[in-house]
C-alpha cells in the first residue's frame, strides 16, 4: 500500500505510466482484456520501454477472436501475457448446481460466474502488485462517468489503480490504433465496442451505450463484473 498521490488529469496517458513507473518501479501490471482501450496501452509501454508486466484473465469463455489476438500481440511485441485462470473445484461445482448458463437467470448468479472468473483470479494478479492499470473510460458507461485517472483501490490492499485513457473517446482510441497500426480484436469490426466473454458479449446497434452489449439482459447501473468498483 501507498500513500503515493498524483494529480493524474494533468497528464496525458504516456505521462502518466512514465511517472507511475517512476514511483513504483516494476510493480505495476496492466490488466489486458484484448479490447481497444488494452491494446493502445500495451503499445505505449512497448513504445516507451517501461517495465510494466501485462496480465490477461482467461475466463475459459472467450471468443476465438480474442485468443487470436494473443498470439499476434505475443508476435509483434515479444512480451509475455501471464494468464490467470479460474479455480477449477469451485467453478466445477457452479457447473454441476447451476449449469453453463446460471447468469442468463439472475444478477445474483452472473456475479457468482462472474466472481469465479474473474474476480477472484484478478485478486491473485493482484497479489504482489504495487498497482494496475486498466483501459476504462469515462464515455463508456453511467457507471465509469466520474472515473479518476488516478485512484487508490481499496478493494487489494489501497494498490494504485491507473486509468490512464479515462478521458480518451473513441475516435481518439482509433485514431492511435490506425497510426501506429496496433493489431486489434476483429470482434470490432463485427460491431462489438466492448469485449468480454462469449457468452456475455453480443454487437451493439446504431446508437447504442458503448457497453450495451456486456450483459445486455440486465440494467445498465448494474453492468459491472465486479473487478471496477
Same mark, same amino acid.
Request: charged letters at 25%.
Given at each position: ?52 508486466? =501485462? ?8 471468443? &476465438?477472436? @480474442?485468443?487470436?489476438?494473443?498470439? &499476434? ?6 512480451? #509475455?501475457? =501471464? ?56 464515455? &463508456? ?13 481499496? @478493494? ?29 480484436? #476483429? ?43
Amino acid at each position: 500500500m501507498s500513500d503515493h498521490r498524483v494529480d493524474g488529469e494533468s497528464l496525458d496517458a504516456a505521462a502518466l505510466l512514465t511517472e507511475a513507473v517512476g514511483h513504483f518501479g516494476d510493480g505495476l501490471k496492466l490488466a489486458c482484456s484484448f479490447g481497444a482501450e488494452d491494446v493502445v496501452l500495451l503499445d505505449l509501454i512497448a513504445q516507451n520501454k517501461l517495465p510494466i508486466s =501485462v496480465f490477461v484473465l482467461d475466463t475459459g469463455r472467450l471468443h &476465438q477472436e @480474442t485468443y487470436d489476438l494473443w498470439e &499476434q500481440l505475443n508476435q509483434r511485441y515479444g512480451i #509475455k501475457i =501471464v494468464a490467470y485462470t479460474p479455480q477449477t473445484e469451485p467453478l466445477q461445482q457452479l457447473l454441476q448446481l447451476k449449469g453453463p448458463g446460471s447468469f442468463y437467470h439472475s444478477i445474483e448468479n452472473r456475479r457468482e460466474c462472474c466472481h469465479l472468473r474473474k474476480v477472484e483470479p484478478l485478486s491473485r494478479a493482484l497479489a504482489d502488485a504495487a498497482g494496475w492499470i486498466t483501459g476504462q473510460r469515462r464515455e &463508456q458507461s453511467v457507471t465509469r462517468a466520474s472515473l479518476p485517472k488516478w485512484e487508490t483501490d481499496a @478493494t487489494h490492499g489501497g494498490i494504485a489503480k491507473l486509468n490512464p485513457l479515462a478521458d480518451w473517446t473513441e475516435a481518439q482510441v482509433w485514431d492511435y490504433i490506425k497510426a501506429h497500426r496496433v493489431p486489434y480484436n #476483429k470482434l470490432h469490426d463485427q460491431g462489438f465496442p466492448s469485449i468480454g466473454c462469449a457468452p456475455c458479449t453480443r454487437a451493439i446497434e446504431p446508437g447504442e451505450d458503448l457497453r450495451a452489449g456486456r450483459w445486455w439482459w440486465e440494467n445498465p447501473e448494474q453492468k459491472e463484473c465486479g473487478l471496477h468498483k
